[in-house]
């Protein structure tokens, strides 16, 4: 919710509810200075109309607020600004080769299509490899198995050859 607007909610409601307030204090003494008495539980039913009748206000306030526009500031403040790394899916293949000595078509082992992307995230917060025998292959030079993309950048990390950050592999041809 924007700052302003709560703020005015707020300042809102204690104005009816001070106004609620007045008018039932001003029923109270109409009665008592009638002749009549109060009592714990008429009294306490009262209290329970004014917070009935200032809920049922303060709802159709909602309902009417006007919207409030935001600046650029405060829309900027509500996105996280991010780096991520991009590279064309020819880089990565000859990337993969040269650092680990295997041939591997990313578009073949995971079916992606012309035009398409594959996205992925390194860091210290994924950096337990998992499977270690697939790791070790890895590094010998041995085929892995296709699906296996996000588990080569999570090598390439680790060995050392990526950042940790967001990755976007570019396919087209």
């Known amino acids: 919710m924007d700052k302003r607007v709560g703020e005015k909610r707020v300042e809102l409601k204690e104005i009816?509810?001070?106004?609620?307030?007045?008018?039932?204090?001003?029923?109270?003494?109409?009665?008592e200075t009638t002749g009549g008495c109060i009592t714990p539980s008429q009294s306490g039913k009262l209290a329970e109309y004014q917070n009935q009748i200032l809920n049922l206000v303060m709802e159709q306030v909602e309902q009417n607020l006007p919207v409030i526009p935001l600046t650029k500031d405060e829309i900027m403040?509500?996105?996280?600004?991010?780096?991520?790394?991009?590279?064309?899916?020819?880089?990565?293949?000859?990337?993969?080769?040269?650092?680990?000595?295997i041939t591997y078509e990313i578009t073949a082992e995971?079916?992606?299509?012309?035009?398409?992307?594959?996205?992925?995230?390194?860091?210290?917060?994924?950096k337990e490899?998992?499977?270690?025998?697939?790791?070790?292959?890895?590094?010998?030079?041995?085929?892995?198995?296709?699906?296996?993309?996000?588990?080569?950048?999570?090598?390439?990390?680790?060995?050392?050859?990526?950042?940790?950050?967001?990755?976007?592999i570019e396919i087209s041809w």
């Open 16 to 31: 009816l509810n001070d106004a609620i307030e007045g008018v039932f204090h001003e029923a109270h003494q109409l009665i």
């Open 77 to 101: 403040a509500k996105f996280t600004v991010k780096k991520k790394f991009y590279i064309d899916y020819n880089d990565f293949e000859l990337m993969i080769e040269r650092v680990y000595g």
């Open 110 to 126: 995971e079916e992606l299509n012309n035009n398409s992307r594959y996205n992925f995230t390194v860091g210290e917060e994924n």
């Open 129 to 168: 490899f998992g499977d270690e025998a697939i790791f070790q292959k890895l590094r010998k030079g041995e085929y892995i198995g296709q699906y296996n993309t996000y588990i080569i950048a999570k090598a390439l990390y680790i060995d050392g050859y990526l950042e940790a950050g967001d990755y976007q």
